[in-house]
Structure formats: C-alpha cells, structure tokens
C-alpha cells in the first residue's frame, strides 16, 4: 500500500551549514533582522534558536545602547541552552558568556532568585538567565522602567497568552507599553492547545517576524532524501510465542491494524 505521503527532500545542506560569522541558514535570516525592537522568531526544534538569540542579543549590547539581556525560559533544564558558548571560534566577534550567579536555571546561591534577579539589574552584569516563573515574581517587584534598555528574550513563546488572566502575557503588554524594553520571543508552535490567542492582533502587528519553517530545516538536511507517512496491514505467527509460555496449544492469529 502506498504511503498517504511522500515528500522528496533535496538535500542541500543548507540548514546545516555555516556562514563565515558561524551561522546556519536561519539563524543568518533571524539575524538580518536584528535591529527590530519586536522580534518573533518561529522555528522547528533543532534549527538553533538559542544560538540565533546570542548573535542578535550581542549585537544588541555591543551596537545598538542595550545595557541588559534577560532571558525566560519555561523550566529550569531548558536553561542549559542558553550557557557559556564559545562563537568567535567559529567566525562572529563575541562569545556568549553568562556569570554562573546569574544563571537562575543552574546557580545553587540559596538566595531567593527573585532578590537575584534584582541585583542584576543593579549590577555590571549584562546576561542573565531564568524561569517564566521567576521572571513574573521579579515583576510583581519591579516598576517598568527598570526594564529600559534592557532586551528580554521569551523561549517557547506560546505560554504567553492574549487572556488576561496569563500573567506573562500582562507582564510582555505591560513592556510594550510603559518601557523601552527590547523584546525576542521564540517558538517551534505559535499556537496554544485553547481558542485564546498567543498575542491580540494590536500587539503581534508590532512584531517584525521571522519563519523558518518544518520543511526548509528538513529540505536543507545533508542526507534525508524523502520522507513517507502512511499506515500497512501485517500479520503475525504468536503460536511459538503462546506455546513456550503455555498460554495455548495451537493457534495462529491474524492482525489488522
């Protein structure tokens, strides 16, 4: 039976290829567009969002005035993506470095990481790494305005919520209008499992996007050459497997799925 879907790749390589800064092909397109102020990246998993937000978070503290980079992750193990990462290595001028004490996804300071949380922004420090959760505690504490300047970044955007009863979505409206906080959101799904939207169309319009999509990062793949989806019949011999447990003395069964 033939498969319900057949896709040819053409292997290009693209998507996991490099650039002379150490660039994969999303990760340039997402750069192009770094001096956006509202940035919504969508883009499968393994395409490399993490890294694309260190290039344009870099940018942004070396050329554009930010002071600040934040960014928000929905748990603490997804934390680990965003470490010490060496990029000059691979061709950009800045690598990527967090102060251990700022990374609230990894740091074992007994402190309330809220009151940490807090420091940073008094602090010298420009990167600093924590929770959804964190992130709309430290808020409860915090006037707008200590946001100025600063760029934060929101991994798996689509926890955020247009209803007002999701405090992330109040906390990022709340940015947009009263700060001059700089904004990244990242996504592999802009869609939530309800009927409420991820942001109200007065706020997304706000948003230079950038879309990579399944099939691009797929298409770009060095040696997928197709891909087929489909559902086939079998059948199955269980009578040695019933004997030897004693189950039964004879018996052939046919299964269809």
Same mark, same amino acid.
Not at 69 to 90: C, H, M, Q, W
């Given at each position: ?54 290039? #344009? ?11 600040? &980079?934040? $960014?928000?992750? @929905? =748990? ?106 700089? #904004? ?11 009927? &409420?939207? $991820?942001?109200? @169309? =007065? ?55």
């Amino acid at each position: 039976m033939p498969n319900l879907v057949e896709v040819q790749y053409e292997q290009t390589g693209a998507s996991k290829s490099t650039n002379k800064f150490g660039m994969r092909d999303m990760q340039q397109k997402a750069y192009e567009q770094r001096d956006a102020k509202y940035l919504l990246l969508k883009a499968p998993p393994a395409s490399g969002k993490s890294r694309a937000l260190m290039f #344009i978070a870099l940018d942004k503290l070396i050329n554009q005035g930010i002071k600040k &980079v934040i $960014v928000a992750v @929905p =748990e603490r193990s997804i934390g680990g993506s965003f470490g010490n990462t060496d990029l000059k290595s691979y061709g950009f001028y800045s690598n990527w470095g967090v102060n251990p004490k700022y990374n609230l996804c990894t740091s074992i300071d007994n402190k309330s990481k809220v009151e940490i949380f807090k420091e940073f922004l008094n602090s010298d420090n420009e990167i600093l790494i924590c929770t959804h959760s964190t992130l709309r505690f430290a808020f409860d504490q915090l006037s707008e305005s200590k946001f100025n300047d600063t760029l934060l970044a929101i991994d798996e955007f689509h926890h955020v919520s247009a209803d007002g009863e999701n405090r992330l979505g109040e906390v990022l409206r709340n940015l947009i209008e009263k700060s001059t906080c700089h #904004i990244i959101a990242m996504t592999g799904s802009y869609f939530r499992g309800d009927s &409420v939207p $991820v942001l109200l @169309p =007065e706020d997304e319009v706000k948003f230079t996007k950038v879309t990579y999509n399944y099939y691009e990062q797929l298409n770009g793949y060095e040696y997928l050459k197709s891909l087929g989806i489909g559902y086939h019949f079998y059948q199955v011999d269980i009578l040695p497997i019933a004997k030897a447990r004693g189950f039964l003395n004879s018996l052939t069964l046919v299964r269809w799925i």
